[in-house]
């Protein structure tokens, strides 16, 4: 039905089925297949004529879609000169209308072919253990395109089933370009919506080969825990427990000589997963949680600690694309003084740098409000002197302007709470 003022209309907002004579002359409108909704006090000698039936029709359609096809300047000079809209200046409008659905269906199919034939080379890939990394790269960048869509992004997880084979390629047996990759794709599909970002959750099951044999054993994890792991240098372990109670353990470990030789790689790589990480955890006290109980804050300081230690070194001065560097220390600094933020300010700070907080206030308990709770457990460890230390490490003087405003940004959230530590220090 068409809605909107009890009107009908089919197929659709504006739609419905047949489209008359495409010649507009008048011939008889073919509504075979068009259902009429009588509004209340209606009855079937109300709607009695197609160019009634039009008029009603897409007068139900938003007003910029009116305006847009013509509909509401032919109405306005209709009502001007005080006489009925013809009948075939309706018919072209209706047919155009008709047109522009169909035309808007078969881009739908086909966007959906197109996701298919991503998610089957994704899916190639995986099961060929990392056989040319050019062909999914060019398949994920197409996705990158595209997952920026909600409807898209809705038909890639629920309709056509690709997360499972996306997170796959955040694993360490993949090329750092390829899990770089994927990890921005994952973050343009689940950026901050509520909705979405709960898939970063979900266990997906992964084929892992064990230390001491070719043999695969399955393993689930869910795409966050993979995201926080590609934060570290080293070796991470996670366990979890099935809904049969069975515990399992994973540890993930990056290859060294990866981050050796292509450490600008590596933090292009650490890049993406902080965005990622950041899509999926923003206003959402589900995804914080699980970041929290992965030992997500530790893991970002491994990722600072990695950039300041490529900082230091001359390797950055050697390559004209370390921009990298730059941006993880923005998307940190961004990141944290969200965190921040969500967590609401302190009736006042303690002399030894904690938060104070009135009885029966927000900060003390007195609100139900998950996302400012989960919050604050992540802000009370943010306000650390650890974590003023990073922030002040960001204002290198080499560093984009853009790095020190929200460097500087965090820091005055920041800062109460550390100068009370610091005094407490000395």
């Known amino acids: 039905g068409g809605g909107g003022g009890g009107g009908g209309g089919g197929g659709g907002s504006g739609g419905g089925g047949g489209g008359g004579g495409g010649d507009g002359t008048g011939a008889p409108l073919d509504l075979t297949d068009v259902e009429i909704i009588l509004g209340k006090g209606e009855d079937v000698t109300t709607v009695s004529s197609p160019s009634e039936l039009m008029i009603r029709t897409l007068s139900a359609l938003p007003v910029v879609e009116q305006d847009r096809i013509g509909f509401t300047a032919l109405m306005d000079k209709s009502k001007a000169s005080g006489e009925e809209a013809l009948e075939a200046d309706l018919r072209s409008l209706w047919e155009v209308r008709q047109l522009e659905l169909e035309e808007a269906m078969a881009a739908t199919e086909e966007s959906a072919d197109f996701l298919a034939a991503l998610i089957k080379t994704l899916k190639s890939h995986v099961d060929s253990n990392r056989a040319d990394d050019e062909t999914v790269l060019d398949a994920l960048n197409g996705l990158e395109d595209h997952l920026s869509d909600m409807d898209m992004a809705r038909d890639f997880h629920d309709a056509l089933g690709g997360w499972p084979s996306l997170t796959n390629l955040l694993l360490p047996t993949q090329s750092l370009q390829v899990r770089a990759a994927a990890a921005l794709v994952m ?49 991470t372990t996670t366990t979890t427990t099935n809904q049969n109670g069975t515990t399992t353990s994973v540890t993930l470990c990056n290859e060294p000589t990866l981050e050796e030789s292509d450490p600008v790689g590596a933090l292009a790589m650490r890049k993406k997963a902080l965005y990622a990480i950041a899509s999926g955890i923003r206003q959402n006290p589900h995804t914080q949680s699980l970041f929290l109980s992965l030992d997500g804050l530790s893991r970002l300081e491994h990722a600072a600690d990695a950039e300041a230690e490529f900082a230091a070194s001359d390797k950055h001065k050697k390559r004209p694309d370390h921009s990298s560097l730059w941006q993880l220390r923005l998307k940190l600094a961004t990141m944290l003084a969200d965190w921040i933020t969500e967590a609401g300010s302190c009736d006042w700070v303690t002399d030894v740098g904690e938060c104070g907080v009135e009885e029966g206030t927000a900060a003390s308990g007195g609100r139900v409000d998950d996302v400012s709770d989960v919050a604050g457990l992540a802000a009370a460890e943010l306000r650390s002197m650890r974590w003023c230390r990073i922030m002040a490490g960001a204002m290198d003087a080499s560093a984009p302007q853009r790095v020190h405003e929200k460097a500087l940004q965090a820091l005055a959230l920041q800062a109460p709470y550390c100068a009370a530590k610091d005094k407490g220090e000395r």
Not at 187 to 206: C, R, S
Not at 207 to 232: F, G, I, K, P, Q
């Open 187 to 235: 973050g343009t599909a689940v950026k901050n919506q509520d909705e979405f970002q709960g898939w970063i959750l979900e266990p997906v099951a992964l084929s892992l080969s064990t230390d001491t044999t070719s043999e695969e054993h399955m393993h689930e994890e869910a795409a966050l825990a993979l995201l926080t792991h590609m934060l570290v240098k080293g070796c």
